[in-house]
């Protein structure tokens, strides 16, 4: 892969390996998937992470807008390299985020969203007490 020797090159600082999926381990790895159509836009998309020093979050909604900040990241990347930036891609990717979180903050009695406060704990207004 012509790109992956680029990237190498361009950021030896980060340590590129095989895997099952394409992932980001924070600090430094970055692990490429097998081969598919988008392996190059995913493969900029885990260099993201990296390059915006991605590690955790700690509200939910954090995780979303890593994901969202690392596919803005990828898609200049992806004009610097020459890969194609497929948005059907980026935004089914982001849908599964915003799926998780849609799931995770419905609340599990009444099914009315919840909200999670700094501590990361979910809290619903209907079935909590707050007077």
């Not at 099914?111 to 990361?120: A, N, S, V, Y």
């Amino acid at each position: 892969m012509e790109l992956l020797e680029r990237l190498k090159t361009d950021f030896p600082e980060f340590t590129f390996r095989e895997g099952r999926k394409f992932a980001f381990r924070p600090p430094k790895t970055i692990v490429l998937g097998p081969p598919e159509p988008f392996s190059e836009l995913l493969t900029l998309h885990e260099v993201s992470h990296a390059v915006l020093k991605h590690k955790t979050f700690k509200i939910d909604v954090e995780r979303l807008k890593m994901e969202s900040d690392a596919w803005e990241k990828a898609k200049e990347l992806a004009n610097t390299y020459g890969v194609t930036i497929d948005e059907d891609l980026i935004q089914n990717e982001l849908d599964t985020y915003r799926d998780w979180l849609h799931q995770k903050s419905r609340c599990p009695k009444c099914g009315l969203t919840r909200f999670q406060t700094p501590d990361g704990t979910y809290h619903c207004p209907k079935c909590e007490n707050f007077s």
